[in-house]
């Protein structure tokens, strides 16, 4: 499990801990260009996140035929992926250098400098969108053979490269907000040239197949809704935070963001166990699968309580790294609390997340997280600013979101169902 897990956190966090340093280095630049980063790379998180399925949908397939013994085929799972990366990114990058300026408006709560920022660093970044989601799919089909040590040598080029950069683009270059969209798709160039470079070293034939292309959209169709109605709930919830005010809206972008970063440190966690499982399933050993289940549910909760403790004791340290301003500070120490608590919660839900998306049993995630969202997140994010409640019913309503989902894993793991999931890689 940790032999797996730990490769996978470092993927996982260096996008989001890049991100991590472009805000505190952003945030230097005054609460517009803060605020505009929240509005453009709140709607560049959402593509990616959308089609994050290109990553999980390709682990749980590639699994399954790498634990019934056939590697060839779940590296052809890997091409297939990476022909429908490249589709998807260019519709992406096309639908933000038409739609932009709309967009970050519409997100921003309308017209003026935030809005200007905010298209202006979109446009430049998603001309990354296509290099990005080559890279979820390499990563993978390379989770789906275990072997995780080499896409995290590949993310750690890339994100070096930006780390590297942004600074230096942002300031001593004097291209402002525009420098750190300009480092984030450096980074994601290196990366993605490195994934293809890994899937053309196999024996394996590059022609696209319609038919396992359709297989992979069928398998990531609940994924992608699932992606889509979250997604659109952190949408919901910015553009609120952003009536409310600027200091709200850079508040919000310092604690979402950490919130992005560690729910991905925990998600080191669910890709172990999704690789685990779909190779258990496909080896027909469901006892052996169970057990990761078990296990992976322990270390998704101790792992949440020491990141909760650990918040809450470098909360003076942390936040002055990102802004001065005493407004946005105040702000953010509401959300902290927030942010704090939630992490035990989220441990164990990320963790069976990815058991159950080993398994194939994409269909019920996809429902509990719908659920959870119109339930929670949304009601509550809604009438946050009409009650007064401001972020902290926004961040009331996020963590009542992570505390449903948590009921409906439990209880969808404690059962059997889960064991018999749709996950027959056929195509």
Known sequence: MLALAAPALVVLAAEPLYLLVDTAVVGNLGTVALGGLAVGGGLLAWAAALLNFLAYGTTARAARRAGAGDRAGAVAEGVQATWLALALGLAVLLLFQLLAGPLTRLLAGGDGPVAAA???WLRVASLGAPLLLVSLAGNGWLRGVQELRRPMRYVLVGSTASLVLCPLLVHPAGLGLVGSAVANVAGQALTAVLFVRAVLREDVPWRP????????????????LRAAVLQVAFLVATGVVARAGTAELGAHQIAV??????????????IAAQTLVGQALGAARPDAARDTARRVTL????????VAGVLLALRPVVLPLFTDDPAVLAQAVVAWWFLAAVQPLAGVVFALDGVLMGAGDVGYLRTVTIGAALVGFVPLSLLAVPLGWG????????TLFVALRLVGVLVRVAGDRWLQAPGTVTA
């Open 118 to 120: 905010g298209e202006g």
């Open 391 to 398: 972020l902290a019913g926004v961040w009331t309503g996020l």
């Open 299 to 306: 270390w998704g909760l101790g792992t949440g309580v020491v």
């Open 209 to 224: 197949r319609l038919a396992a292309l359709r297989a992979q959209l069928v398998i990531g169709r609940d994924l992608l």
């Open 257 to 270: 963001q950490l919130f992005f970063f560690l729910a991905l440190v925990l998600d080191a966690y669910a």
